[in-house]
């Protein structure tokens, strides 16, 4: 049985003045609530912390080397799959009728 969870695509500028284009980065829910009262959200790499409200994502923690923004982007993606799987044992009426 697969578990899908929530996810967002926050966008992260590119450096200013540098022209490059802005970087989308896709963050998860955590059991973490910060301070505005909400669920945390975290990209797999853990090093950009956001809390979500409608579309706005208040920056936590951020990569090293991104500009200093207090909020970005964030847009709801379709559930996903999580990382693993979870299994369970087949029941015994499964286990004798295949």
């Known amino acids: 049985m697969r ?7 926050v966008t ?6 540098g022209h490059a284009p802005p970087a ?4 998860h ?3 973490a609530v910060g ?9 797999v790499e853990g090093d ?6 409608g579309e706005v994502a208040t920056v936590l923690a951020a990569p ?8 970005l982007h964030a847009v709801a993606l379709p559930a996903g799959p999580l990382d693993f799987e979870c299994t369970q044992a ?6 004798m009728n295949p």
């Open 3 to 9: 578990i899908l969870e929530r996810r967002y695509a």
């Open 12 to 17: 992260l500028p590119g450096p200013i003045g």
């Open 24 to 27: 989308v980065v896709v963050v």
């Open 29 to 31: 829910a955590t059991d």
């Open 35 to 43: 301070p505005g009262g909400t669920l945390v959200w975290e990209s």
């Open 48 to 53: 950009l912390r956001v809390e979500i409200t």
């Open 64 to 71: 090293a080397g991104t500009p200093n923004h207090p909020c």
């Open 90 to 95: 087949p029941s015994a009426s499964r286990a």
